[in-house]
């Protein structure tokens, strides 16, 4: 092997050639660098840290000091002012609109109380006055559990990780899911925020939900592996899921649970529930043992042609947003009809009229059949009061109790679905036709056995045409509730924020 030198004197372009090659990768290091550094400086102007978030801080306001745009963003969830024509932010009584839906629920909470949800902005305060929560006087009070914040803020988080490390991995979550509702009610205070879906550390999305992260495990599935993009449905699914409470996991606990265990369509849930002969509640009226839909919206989407797409929650809910030159995600969630510009059309080339049309015609198509549903499995329950007070038999009864409760599923697991019907009209549509099958099968047996019983006129059907009515009929003393309820709102929620308040002002938080 000759040296270099000896080779450069035969043959001098050598010398010339890596001369060149030198130069040419020093200038390409150089813009590498260069951009680097003007990446830098542009994070830098975005994000100044200026404060140390602690793992679980569940202040929004303490997170807002280093991220003001997203925090600014996300506070705008308070703003009640936009309708569509079916969804939007303001607080609408839904019992108030339609009446019968206080007869669908009779025997249960939802009956005294029904609002459409709003801005996560209002996640706490909603629930404190929802009329379902009661008005409990003591810690051990009330009739909802402790699980029942579980959805609310990221203090949910900060409590079940400090009884995890008092208590264990397992055990600390079993504590959080132990007790009433009351229990928590000064440690659950700010709503819906950055720890719920955000490590301070680097603001990647976190799931801080066990009953996610359990219901993948359980399918063999590890959510850690979970896409950048499957995370931002993910971050979403940790609330707008289906769900229910198990009492016999852990001694005392109203574990929350993910029902997929069998897969996650309407019928496969139905099945688990059927299994374990779960019910939320029995029925005032025709006494079938109910399910309850939560909000299965999660589940319904993926359904959609969007999700088969890989679009997904925060396309359309939290979609970019430039102010300044600078690019963020725009952390109001919303209706994405109050922004077609940035939810849809970075998309879809159609004007905002069209678009909006597209979502308006697949509601509407939706609810025509979801009416007529609802409006058979209200005679149903009123019919099966009818046939029991004709002296019917449990035996007689039970096969059409489980077609009234089979009906009603798929009625609310439709309507609760939030979005549903333009996340995935067909499914929707699937799930509603079958329900109006279920309820008319069981009108017939019902028709049968009341002639059985002798009697084959008409059954009377009752006043419900107002909220009030409908409420009287199902034997709900609202003036009762209400006033315990503004008892509750002038004596406890003060005293369970001011402890809040002593708590949050004892943490100090490292200024940078
Ligand atoms: C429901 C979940 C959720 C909540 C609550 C939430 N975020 Fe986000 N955040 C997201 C998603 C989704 C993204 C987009 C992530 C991505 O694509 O990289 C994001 C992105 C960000 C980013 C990255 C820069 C950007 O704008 O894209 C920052 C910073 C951020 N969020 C701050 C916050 C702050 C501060 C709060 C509380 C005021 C908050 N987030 C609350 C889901 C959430
Ligand atoms: C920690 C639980 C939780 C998480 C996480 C969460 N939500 Fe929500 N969301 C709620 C609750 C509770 C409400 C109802 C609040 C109310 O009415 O007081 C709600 C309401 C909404 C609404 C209705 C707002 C309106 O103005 O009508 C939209 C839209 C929404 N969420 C979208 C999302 C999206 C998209 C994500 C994920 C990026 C997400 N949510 C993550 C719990 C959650
Ligand atoms: C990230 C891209 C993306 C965004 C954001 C998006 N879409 Fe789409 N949309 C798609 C894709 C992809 C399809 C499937 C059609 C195809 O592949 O040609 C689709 C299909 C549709 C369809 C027909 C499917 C059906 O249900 O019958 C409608 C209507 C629609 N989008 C409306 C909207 C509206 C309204 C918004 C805003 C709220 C929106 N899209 C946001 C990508 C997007
Ligand atoms: C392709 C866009 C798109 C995707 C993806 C999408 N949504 Fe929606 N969502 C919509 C539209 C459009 C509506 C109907 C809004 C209306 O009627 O005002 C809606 C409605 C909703 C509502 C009811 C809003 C209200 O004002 O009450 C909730 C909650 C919701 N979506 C949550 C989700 C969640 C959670 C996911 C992911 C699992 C998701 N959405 C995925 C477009 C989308």
Redesign the pocket.
């Known amino acids: 092997m000759k040296s270099i030198n000896e080779q450069i004197k035969k043959k001098p372009w050598i010398a010339w050639g890596l001369f060149l090659a030198t130069v040419v990768v020093v200038f390409i290091l150089g813009l590498l660098a260069s951009s680097i550094a003007e990446r830098r400086a542009e994070a830098v102007f975005a994000?100044t840290p200026q404060v140390e978030l602690s793992e679980w801080e569940p202040r929004?306001e303490v997170?807002?000091e280093?991220?003001p745009?997203?925090?600014q963003s996300?506070?705008q969830t308070a703003d009640t002012s936009f309708r569509s024509k079916y969804n939007g932010s303001a607080m609408i009584d839904m019992l108030e609109v339609d009446p019968r839906l206080v007869v669908l629920w009779a025997g249960y909470g939802f009956a005294k109380d029904y609002n459409q949800g709003r801005g996560?902005y209002y996640a706490i305060e909603d629930l404190q006055k929802s009329l379902r929560t009661g008005a409990p006087k003591t810690a051990n009070d009330g009739p909802m559990p402790s699980t029942c914040w579980t959805c609310k803020g990221?203090d949910v988080p900060r409590v079940m990780n400090d009884l995890i490390e008092k208590l264990g991995p397992k055990e600390g979550v079993a504590e959080f899911y132990r007790g009433k509702w009351a229990k928590l009610g000064m440690e659950i205070i700010n709503p819906?925020?950055?720890?719920?879906?955000?490590n301070p550390e680097n603001?990647n999305?976190r799931i801080t939900r066990p009953a996610l992260v359990e219901a993948f495990q359980r399918q063999g599935k590890d959510i850690a592996k979970a896409s950048?993009q499957e995370?931002?449905s993910l971050?979403?699914a940790?609330c707008h899921v289906e769900y229910y409470f198990n009492k016999n996991k852990f001694e005392g606990a109203n574990y929350l649970t993910l029902p997929w265990d069998n897969g996650m369509s309407c019928e496969e849930v139905e099945e688990y529930y059927d299994n374990m002969k779960f019910k939320d509640w029995i029925h005032k009226l025709s006494k079938a043992p109910m399910l309850k839909a939560q909000h299965p919206g999660y589940e319904i989407y993926l359904t959609g042609v969007h999700a088969d797409r890989g679009v997904?929650?925060?396309d359309c809910h939290?979609p970019?947003k430039n102010e300044g030159g600078i690019?963020?995600?725009d952390?109001k969630?919303q209706s994405p009809l109050n922004n077609v510009s940035n939810s849809c059309q970075v998309c879809h080339r159609e004007e905002t009229a069209k678009l909006v049309a597209n979502v308006t015609e697949r509601q509407d198509r939706i609810i025509e059949n979801r009416d007529k549903l609802e409006e058979l499995i209200v005679r149903a329950h009123i019919e099966a009061k009818f046939a029991w007070d004709k002296g019917a038999t449990e035996n007689q009864m039970n096969e059409i109790l489980m077609d009234i409760r089979h009906a009603q599923w798929r009625w609310d697991y439709a309507a609760a679905s939030h979005g549903g019907s333009f996340h995935s009209p067909v499914e929707t549509g699937r799930i509603i036709s079958t329900g109006i099958t279920i309820a008319q099968e069981g009108r017939i047996k019902l028709a049968r056995l009341l002639a059985e019983l002798g009697y084959n006129k008409p059954i009377p059907y009752p006043d419900i045409s107002t909220k009030a009515k409908a409420q009287k009929y199902i034997g709900l003393d609202m003036d009762k509730l209400n006033k315990e309820k503004n008892e509750f709102l002038k004596s406890i929620v003060p005293k369970w924020t001011e402890t809040a308040m002593e708590r949050e002002k004892s943490w100090k938080t490292k200024t940078l």
Request: charged share 15%; hydrophobic share 30%; with cysteine.
């Open positions: 994000y929004n997170w807002g280093n991220y745009r997203e925090f996300y506070y996560h990221p819906i925020g950055c720890a719920d879906c955000h603001m999305l950048y995370m931002r971050v979403c940790q997904s929650c925060a939290m970019y690019k963020f995600t952390h969630m």
